[in-house]
């Protein structure tokens, strides 16, 4: 715990404009929660948010933030104020891509304070919690001395593969980003301040196929990937550095009487140890390369080349492992916070928007936008906002310490 650190934050929360911030979050909840069910209801499919992302730049216009526009990855964006080149930036981010298909529907249901609906939590809250100190400190007029990047991104879950973030720091402004706060999910205590690693295959083996009965003892891929799965198996977890190996889909084949010319699969690899996760990808990379090797030379096939096995082993994702350092700034900053706000900081391990930047070396965290959730990427999501006020006063004094005063 930094002394100087907790003294800043005790000052910065006795400033009449941080009042007035804390004032309007504490009036608004009604129409926080009218905008976390409004988007909500905008289906978000990876690769699909275009419609969310017009939703969030109309609101952050309603607010009357400055620069607004949809940047090249679809990603909604606004500043505090005009952006001057060669200034330093903070951003603030939420994602607004969901897990489900454009399909899904989506009702949200409203129990008492409690709202259900899918995607209503991860990332409604976050979304809702961006708009919502957007306005606290555009109504407060705070004077930040930094410029704040305000971004509703794309591409956050699964094979969106931070397409979004990936943007916005490799782009022209990623250069002046010394500092990316991500808000995620509900949630008041925690701060992902390690970012679990993750890598993502797509495996796919092909052969001639065939006919069952008249072309009997050609290679089968469905047999063959099976083999390279059950070799991985006694690897699928490891405690400590913990590491996953996770098979989640696997296709193949037309028919019952037809050996099979295509099997795919897809493989999860994460660990929060950048060795062990390269270790699991050859690991993985082996396992099918032993396979298929075992099948082409399996007795009792034709060994002319034309009947082998070959393999295609194709990234589909790559999020770094990486950890912010416990004397980062940023880190100091929200323990401060937390101790003046009676907070006990609970730091996670997770796979966020915050991967990208701390891989990066950049000061990074995922912070819970408030309230409570449950069901996260199932059609049973929830959330329920009591609580959330607090968790939104916690990142407003953290972003107010983190820009400085004019
Ligand atoms: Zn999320």
């Known amino acids: 715990m930094n002394a100087s650190a907790h003294q800043r934050i005790v000052r910065i929360a006795a400033l009449p404009a941080v009042h007035r911030a804390f004032q309007w979050l504490h009036l608004q909840e009604q129409r926080f929660r009218q905008w976390q069910i409004d988007l909500t209801r905008i289906p978000a499919p990876p690769f699909g948010e275009a419609k969310r992302a017009a939703w969030t730049l109309e609101q952050m216009q309603t607010l009357s933030l400055t620069s607004t526009g949809i940047d090249g990855a679809g990603n909604a964006i606004g500043y505090l104020r005009p952006p001057v080149p060669g200034e330093p930036l903070l951003l603030l981010s939420a994602h607004l891509d969901t897990v489900f298909p454009q399909e899904t529907a989506i009702d949200v249901r409203e129990d008492g304070d409690l709202l259900h609906a899918p995607g209503i939590c991860d990332n409604g809250a976050g979304v809702a919690g961006l708009l919502a100190l957007i306005g606290s400190i555009l109504h407060a007029g705070l004077p930040l001395a930094t410029n704040i990047l305000f971004a509703a991104n794309v591409g956050e879950e699964a094979e969106g593969n931070l397409r979004g973030m990936r943007h916005l720091f490799h782009g ?178 997770g796979s966020t928007d915050a991967n990208l930047p701390l891989s990066l070396g950049i000061q990074a965290v995922a912070i819970g936008a408030g309230g409570r959730g449950g069901g996260i990427h199932t059609l049973r999501e929830w959330y329920d906002p009591r609580g959330r006020e607090i968790a939104l006063r916690r990142i407003l004094l953290t972003l107010v310490d983190r820009c400085d005063l004019k």
Do not use: C, Y
């Open 172 to 349: 022209e402004m990623g250069p002046r980003i010394t500092t990316a706060i991500a808000l995620e999910g509900s949630g008041t205590e925690t701060v992902v301040t390690r970012a679990l690693g993750s890598k993502r295959f797509q495996v796919t083996v092909a052969g001639p196929g065939g006919h069952s009965w008249t072309d009997a003892g050609r290679a089968n891929p469905i047999v063959t990937l099976a083999r390279a799965i059950a070799e991985l198996t006694p690897h699928s977890l490891l405690e400590d550095p913990r590491t996953t190996i996770n098979v989640g889909t696997i296709q193949g084949g037309t028919s019952v009487t037809a050996i099979p010319e295509v099997a795919t699969a897809l493989f999860d690899l994460r660990s929060v140890d950048e060795g062990e996760l390269l270790a699991s990808e050859v690991r993985l990379f082996r396992a099918v390369e032993d396979a298929v090797l075992a099948a082409n030379l399996s007795p009792g096939k034709d060994l002319s080349t034309e009947e082998n096995l070959r393999f295609h082993i194709r990234s589909i994702g790559d999020r770094p492992a990486a950890t912010l350092p416990e004397d980062s700034p940023l880190l100091q900053t929200i323990q401060a916070v937390d101790r003046h706000l009676g907070i006990r900081t609970s730091e996670r391990v």
